[in-house]
T-cell receptor, first 113, second 116 residues
Framework: DTGVSQNPRHKITKRGQNVTFRCDPI?????LYWYRQTLGQGPEFLTY????????KSRLLSDRFSAERPKGSFSTLEIQRTEQGDSAMYLC???????????FGAGTRLSVL | DQQVKQNSPSLSVQEGRISILNCDYT??????FLWYKKYPAEGPTFLIS?????DKNEDGRFTVFLNKSAKHLSLHIVPSQPGDSAVYFC???????????????FGPGTSLSVIP
């Protein structure tokens, strides 16, 4: 399977704990995106990487959130001191340099208790 | 401020009939529009797109129509099949002035049920 892979698929944590999600994009794609999706809403943009450079961050990405893509391949999204409002589906997508189509992973569902 | 709107949260259609999913947008800078389909427990998958220089794009059973003056687009599925039952997201993008990529804004989605 050469699609976008996200791990873990589900994460249950207690409020205040830190969590980290991983995304492996399609290998030849140099653009990588993180989105958050809550019930009844479409994906909301969080941040974007071109290779290893993080080029844009949404206002939704508070100081507790950090994303990295150290070698321009896989990416991690860390949430520190989780809050119940962080409960959502976190989606990763990748795309080639040219073109508007993004390819999504299955997402990581986070539940903060 | 929701820039991409899908005012019908759900839609039920009989198998074999036409499904019409609607989408409205507010930002006149959007120049590329996409539809994604999402099954439960899967990520959204690209379905069809249209550039603002066109008013229609067709791919098999799927056709997207764009009315720029009304800031409205629609997705037609003919004939509808039970396997089309999914959530459909309308999305729009505008070529960024400051960035090198086209930021995509998604609507809230419409859940389509095709009844056998």
């Amino acid at each position: 399977d050469t699609g976008v892979s996200q791990n873990p698929r589900h994460k249950i944590t207690k409020r205040g704990q830190n969590v980290t999600f991983r995304c492996d994009p399609i290998s030849e794609h140099n653009r990588l995106y993180w989105y958050r999706q809550t019930l009844g809403q479409g994906p909301e943009f969080l941040t974007y990487f071109q290779n290893e450079a993080q080029l844009e961050k949404s206002r939704l990405l508070s100081d507790r959130f950090s994303a990295e893509r150290p070698k321009g391949s896989f990416s991690t999204l860390e949430i520190q001191r989780t809050e119940q409002g962080d409960s959502a589906m976190y989606l990763c997508a990748s795309s080639p340099t040219s073109g508007n189509i993004q390819y999504f992973g299955a997402g990581t569902r986070l539940s903060v208790l | 401020d929701q820039q991409v709107k899908q005012n019908s949260p759900s839609l039920s259609v009989q198998e074999g009939r036409i499904s019409i999913l609607n989408c409205d947008y507010t930002n006149s800078m959007f120049d590329y529009f996409l539809w994604y389909k999402k099954y439960p427990a899967e990520g959204p998958t690209f379905l069809i797109s249209i550039s603002s220089i066109k008013d229609k794009n067709e791919d098999g059973r799927f056709t997207v129509f764009l009315n720029k003056s009304a800031k409205h687009l629609s997705l037609h599925i003919v004939p509808s099949q039970p396997g089309d039952s999914a959530v459909y997201f309308c999305a729009a993008s505008a070529h960024g002035v400051k960035t090198s990529y086209d930021k995509v804004i998604f609507g809230p989605g419409t859940s389509l049920s095709v009844i056998p």
